[in-house]
């Protein structure tokens, strides 16, 4: 079975060294954040994720049942008392207002504990990850009493959300979708439609559920323009907050599927009951995209997660698997073999998982900084400019983060022979867990469009020019500074090429609209793996300046230099794949593809 321990020492690394966040928080006005409670936090998420979480995981993964008669899903064993533990320990409230019963932490801080769920157990993981979305969209975009009402049961952890966007007819292009809303007497609307692949649709771990339906109104135009949100919990709830009988909508099934077995997927289906619209009408997309942001952040701390757990055990198992002799000759020669981790390939791979690791943790933890800084900034410029940063890095992190993590559960994996595939060790669960990441929440190719269409070529660039900006603000800090020479030079030149190949697309898309997707997915990963190296160079410099040990500061050093060498020059091939148009994608008719 596989273990997981939270990477405490390389989270307050990021947090505190690299991205000095206790004293942002203070700049933002989190009196409440002090380096104290901040710790107390990421020791306590450390262990509930490590003792109670992680040994559920292999249990979950015997998967949710069904009962057709009473439409009701029960969760794995464990994993209800694990949810109570979460709620009585507050950590479903723990960046929410306090005015809705929350801890008013800072938003980062919900990084590192998504970061240590995911790890120890990600099918039940997405249970209150949909909950922080319908949190963030009813805050956002719901009227003053849709906020009394459910936002308080909600960051308690007595109710539990979901997102019910996808319909059997449609994933990624929500323009097409059925589901209608008809307009009753009393203001409230009449919900009805089935809605398919609902994560925590139907379960046993809270009083009531909350789901937000995208559905269509009668007058609505056709198209993504037509789509309207409404909030429809499973127990009717009244304007004053009662709570009334069940509510015309049910379970149909659960589908049965590759990874993620112990998170309830559900098909649903809503029989005119009654919702209130959330936002204005017509407008539902741009509220939903308030949750597909924040899920699509948390989605990338799932394959993070995963690719942490994964490392670990390959780690461990690598230093004690004895097979064969190191090339040079034998490093332990009082032992039948040497340990497989001295073998120049095995280090390839745990190499390559590692500074993924590290570097996409910063990633992530970023991205957060940034949200804080657009909610708590005292300057209206700083605000927006943090706004456009982070919807810039959101497709980065989501597309990368979930790749990089069925990337490092394969290597993992690969690190155990044989035995890898074999179920007892833990680590296929984790391989078969990472597959989803890259599909919910708009598929790797989602991003990639979103990043290159909507993120770059529709503000010019916008996103990219503030983040190329503090890399050069980075690089001219550190100018001449000896020990970091060796990547702040090829980190510059990354920069000057990514504006180059960024020009050139969108030059080209001006005359022939499939280069822009044409280019995405290159696009995405190169900007991936130059943030990453970004993220490097900024470890390095922050561990020589910490008065952390020679060890510490040693592995950082050393494992920027593997992701230089061996990771970041996959931006050649990316920047290949940019630059080759799309004329060798569009040109074989489909009708040639094959029989
Ligand atoms: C386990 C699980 C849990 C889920 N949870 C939820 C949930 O809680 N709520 C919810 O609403 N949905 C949920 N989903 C649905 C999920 O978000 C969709 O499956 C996903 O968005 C893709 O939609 P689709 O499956 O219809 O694929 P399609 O949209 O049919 O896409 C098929 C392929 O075509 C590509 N494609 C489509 N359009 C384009 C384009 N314009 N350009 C380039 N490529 C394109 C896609 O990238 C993909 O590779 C879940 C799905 C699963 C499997």
């Given at each position: 079975?596989?273990?997981?321990?939270?990477?405490?020492?390389?989270?307050?690394?990021?947090?505190?060294?690299?991205?000095?966040?206790?004293?942002?928080?203070?700049?933002?006005?989190?009196?409440?954040?002090?380096?104290?409670?901040?710790?107390?936090?990421?020791?306590?998420?450390?262990?509930?994720?490590?003792?109670?979480?992680?040994?559920?995981?292999?249990?979950?993964?015997?998967?949710?049942?069904?009962?057709?008669?009473?439409a009701s899903v029960?969760?794995?064993?464990?994993?209800?008392?694990?949810?109570?533990?979460?709620?009585?320990?507050?950590?479903t409230?723990?960046?929410?207002?306090?005015?809705f019963?929350?801890?008013?932490?800072?938003?980062?801080?919900?990084?590192?504990?998504?970061?240590?769920?995911?790890?120890?157990?990600?099918?039940?993981?997405?249970f209150p990850?949909l909950s922080h979305s319908a949190i963030d969209a009813l805050r956002?975009h719901g009227e003053?009493w849709q906020r009394e009402v459910f936002m308080r049961p909600l960051v308690e952890g007595r109710w539990t959300g979901t997102m019910c966007l996808?319909?059997?007819?449609?994933?990624?292009?929500?323009?097409?979708?059925?589901t209608?809303a008809?307009?009753n007497?009393d203001g409230s609307f009449a919900v009805s439609g089935?809605k398919?692949?609902i994560t925590a649709g139907e379960h046993d771990l809270s009083d009531n559920i909350v789901h937000l339906v995208l559905a269509?109104?009668?007058?609505?135009?056709?198209?993504?323009?037509?789509?309207s949100l409404f909030v429809t919990p499973k127990f009717r709830v009244g304007r004053d907050g009662a709570v009334g009988g069940r509510n015309a909508l049910r379970c149909?099934?659960?589908?049965?599927?590759?990874?993620?077995?112990?998170?309830a997927?559900c098909?649903m289906h809503f029989d005119g009951a009654r919702g209130y619209l959330v936002g204005?009408?017509?407008?539902g997309?741009?509220a939903m995209?308030?949750m597909?942001?924040?899920?699509?952040?948390?989605?990338?701390?799932?394959?993070?997660?995963?690719?942490?757990?994964?490392?670990?055990?390959?780690?461990?198992?690598?230093?004690?698997?004895?097979?064969?002799?190191?090339?040079?000759?034998?490093?332990?020669?009082?032992?039948?073999?040497?340990?497989?981790?001295?073998?120049?390939?095995?280090?390839?791979?745990?190499?390559?998982?590692?500074?993924?690791?590290?570097?996409?943790?910063?990633?992530?933890?970023?991205?957060?900084?940034?949200?804080?800084?657009?909610?708590?900034?005292?300057?209206?410029?700083?605000?927006?400019?943090?706004?456009?940063?982070?919807?810039?890095?959101?497709?980065?992190?989501?597309?990368?983060?979930?790749?990089?993590?069925?990337?490092?559960?394969?290597?993992?994996?690969?690190?155990?022979?044989?035995?890898?595939?074999?179920?007892?060790?833990?680590?296929?669960?984790?391989?078969?867990?990472?597959?989803?990441?890259?599909?919910?929440?708009?598929?790797?190719?989602?991003?990639?469009?979103?990043?290159?269409?909507?993120?770059?070529?529709?503000?010019?660039?916008?996103?990219?020019?503030?983040?190329?900006?503090?890399?050069?603000?980075?690089?001219?800090?550190?100018?001449?500074?000896?020990?970091?020479?060796?990547?702040?030079?090829?980190?510059?030149?990354?920069?000057?090429?990514?504006?180059?190949?960024?020009?050139?697309?969108?030059?080209?898309?001006?005359?022939?609209?499939?280069?822009?997707?044409?280019?995405?997915?290159?696009?995405?990963?190169?900007?991936?793996?130059?943030?990453?190296?970004?993220?490097?160079?900024?470890?390095?410099?922050?561990?020589?300046?910490?008065?952390?040990?020679?060890?510490?500061?040693?592995?950082?050093?050393?494992?920027?230099?593997?992701?230089?060498?061996?990771?970041?020059?996959?931006?050649?091939?990316?920047?290949?794949?940019?630059?080759?148009?799309?004329?060798?994608?569009?040109?074989?008719?489909?009708?040639?593809?094959?029989?």
């Amino acid at each position: 079975m596989s273990t997981y321990t939270a990477p405490l020492d390389d989270i307050r690394f990021a947090l505190y060294d690299v991205l000095a966040a206790d004293a942002l928080f203070a700049r933002l006005g989190y009196t409440d954040a002090t380096r104290d409670v901040l710790d107390a936090v990421l020791e306590e998420a450390a262990r509930f994720s490590s003792s109670v979480l992680a040994p559920l995981n292999a249990i979950g993964d015997q998967g949710c049942v069904f009962d057709k008669a009473s439409a009701s899903v029960t969760t794995p064993p464990g994993f209800k008392q694990a949810f109570d533990q979460f709620v009585e320990g507050g950590w479903t409230g723990l960046t929410a207002a306090p005015e809705f019963g929350g801890q008013g932490l800072p938003h980062t801080m919900g990084v590192p504990l998504n970061e240590m769920v995911n790890a120890a157990n990600l099918a039940w993981g997405n249970f209150p990850l949909l909950s922080h979305s319908a949190i963030d969209a009813l805050r956002q975009h719901g009227e003053d009493w849709q906020r009394e009402v459910f936002m308080r049961p909600l960051v308690e952890g007595r109710w539990t959300g979901t997102m019910c966007l996808t319909e059997p007819h449609c994933g990624t292009d929500l323009g097409l979708l059925r589901t209608r809303a008809e307009p009753n007497d009393d203001g409230s609307f009449a919900v009805s439609g089935t809605k398919i692949f609902i994560t925590a649709g139907e379960h046993d771990l809270s009083d009531n559920i909350v789901h937000l339906v995208l559905a269509k109104l009668p007058d609505a135009p056709p198209g993504p323009k037509g789509i309207s949100l409404f909030v429809t919990p499973k127990f009717r709830v009244g304007r004053d907050g009662a709570v009334g009988g069940r509510n015309a909508l049910r379970c149909g099934s659960i589908e049965h599927k590759m990874g993620i077995k112990g998170s309830a997927t559900c098909v649903m289906h809503f029989d005119g009951a009654r919702g209130y619209l959330v936002g204005q009408s017509h407008k539902g997309l741009q509220a939903m995209f308030t949750m597909m942001n924040t899920a699509r952040l948390g989605v990338g701390l799932q394959g993070l997660g995963l690719s942490e757990r994964a490392y670990q055990n390959a780690l461990r198992y690598s230093r004690e698997r004895l097979q064969s002799r190191a090339l040079p000759g034998a490093r332990f020669p009082d032992k039948p073999a040497d340990p497989i981790i001295v073998h120049p390939d095995v280090r390839r791979m745990l190499l390559t998982v590692k500074s993924l690791v590290e570097g996409s943790r910063l990633l992530g933890l970023h991205a957060a900084t940034l949200i804080d800084i657009a909610s708590h900034a005292d300057d209206a410029g700083e605000r927006e400019r943090a706004d456009v940063l982070v919807s810039f890095l959101t497709p980065v992190a989501k597309a990368c983060q979930t790749e990089w993590g069925v990337e490092c559960t394969y290597h993992a994996l690969q690190c155990y022979g044989g035995h890898g595939y074999i179920a007892e060790h833990g680590m296929e669960q984790l391989s078969r867990d990472a597959r989803i990441t890259t599909l919910y929440e708009g598929t790797t190719g989602i991003q990639a469009l979103d990043l290159i269409g909507r993120k770059t070529a529709a503000s010019q660039g916008a996103g990219l020019k503030l983040f190329l900006a503090e890399i050069d603000g980075f690089c001219s800090a550190h100018d001449g500074n000896a020990t970091l020479a060796e990547f702040i030079s090829p980190l510059r030149a990354k920069a000057t090429e990514w504006a180059g190949l960024t020009q050139r697309v969108l030059q080209r898309a001006a005359g022939d609209a499939d280069e822009l997707g044409a280019a995405s997915h290159d696009y995405v990963f190169y900007s991936g793996y130059v943030a990453l190296a970004y993220w490097w160079a900024r470890s390095v410099a922050a561990a020589e300046a910490s008065s952390r040990g020679e060890a510490f500061i040693d592995a950082k050093r050393e494992t920027a230099r593997f992701y230089f060498a061996r990771i970041l020059p996959r931006t050649l091939m990316h920047a290949a794949g940019i630059e080759a148009g799309a004329a060798s994608l569009m040109a074989l008719d489909a009708e040639r593809f094959g029989a």
